[in-house]
């Protein structure tokens, strides 16, 4: 028997912890039973506990690893991750343009849960003005939005706003995650293209294993994209699978543990 899959990219650090980053991407899109491929931008020593190390590789090795899947696979929707600094980001939007990958997301990662730097200052005005105008989705977390809206983002209204100033930017639809926001609450602020607003609304879990809930995040989007799930649907798959694998923990390591990428077999999520 042969059947087609849909192929999909991640552009993103390693996480040697296995927690996050493209490993993270990599599970999750299994998960959906999308075909994953990756493009390295560079590698993190890095566990449950922190990142220990980071190394952003070359734009050559970057730049041939794009034309490596661009000359061989069809890829219907891509994803970008850890972009480290200027010199990566703008490399990764000049790729971006080149090829053709379908729907983009893009995850604006800038800090690992332990607090490493995973994006430098001086790259935040490249991610803004090249990579957040190829968006079909852009999916920053609540400390990310304020940097890129340059303000504290204190009220519901506050966040609204920022969803506003960063479609204004270029990013068709917003997503501004909540799962900084309070320890109680736990909603996701959506922006669509046509201006609607949209709530994600999902029970808080308490929990600490949440390493890589952003790329699982970003990567289930992808993956339902792929697969021709409309955006609103793929929101809300995307917020259920997070509520419900928060829920079923794996002991793994011992800081802020990985997901269990499993946690949503035989649930009734449909992925
Ligand atoms: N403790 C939690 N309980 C329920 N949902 C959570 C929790 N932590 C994160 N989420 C959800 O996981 C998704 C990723 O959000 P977030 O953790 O803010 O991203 P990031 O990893 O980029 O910081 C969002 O839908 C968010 O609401
Ligand atoms: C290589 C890499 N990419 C992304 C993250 C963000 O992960 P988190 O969702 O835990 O903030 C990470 N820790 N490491």
């Given amino acids: 028997m042969t059947k ?13 912890g296995g927690g996050a980053g493209m490993m993270a991407d990599i599970k999750t899109m299994q998960m959906c039973h999308v075909f994953a491929t990756g ?7 890095q566990n449950t506990l922190g990142v220990q190390a980071a190394l952003p590789l070359p734009t050559a090795i970057i730049d041939q690893q794009f034309q490596s899947v661009a000359n061989d696979f069809t890829i219907q929707a891509v994803k970008t991750g850890a972009l480290f600094d200027q010199e990566r980001v703008a490399c990764v939007a000049e790729n971006l343009r080149k090829y053709h990958f379908g729907p983009l997301v893009v995850d604006p990662v800038m800090v690992a849960k332990g607090g490493a730097k995973l994006l430098t200052d001086a790259a935040i005005t490249t991610l803004v003005q090249e990579l957040l105008p190829l ?5 920053p977390n609540l400390p990310e939005a304020q940097v890129i809206v340059n303000r504290q983002l204190t009220t519901e209204a506050d966040i609204w706003r920022a969803c506003t100033d960063i479609q204004a930017m270029g ?10 926001l309070t320890h109680q609450v736990n909603h996701d602020f959506v922006l669509l293209a046509n201006g609607r607003q949209l709530t994600l609304t999902g029970d808080w879990v308490n929990t600490r294993r949440t390493h890589g ?3 699982t995040f970003s990567s289930l989007v992808v993956s339902q994209l792929a697969k021709g799930q409309e955006l609103v649907d793929t929101l809300q798959t995307a917020k259920t699978f997070l509520n419900t694998i928060l829920q079923d923990e794996i002991i793994v390591g011992h800081g802020h543990g990985p997901l269990n990428h499993w946690g949503a077999e035989h649930t009734n999520v449909q992925i």
Wanted: glycine share 14%.
């Fill in 171 to 180: 990013a068709k639809n917003v997503v501004i995650k909540g799962g900084h």
């Fill in 213 to 215: 809930t952003g790329d």
């Fill in 39 to 45: 493009v390295v931008t560079g590698v993190t020593a």
């Fill in 135 to 139: 968006a079909d989705v852009i999916t």
């Fill in 4 to 16: 087609n899959v849909p192929e999909v990219l991640t552009i993103a650090g390693t996480d040697s």
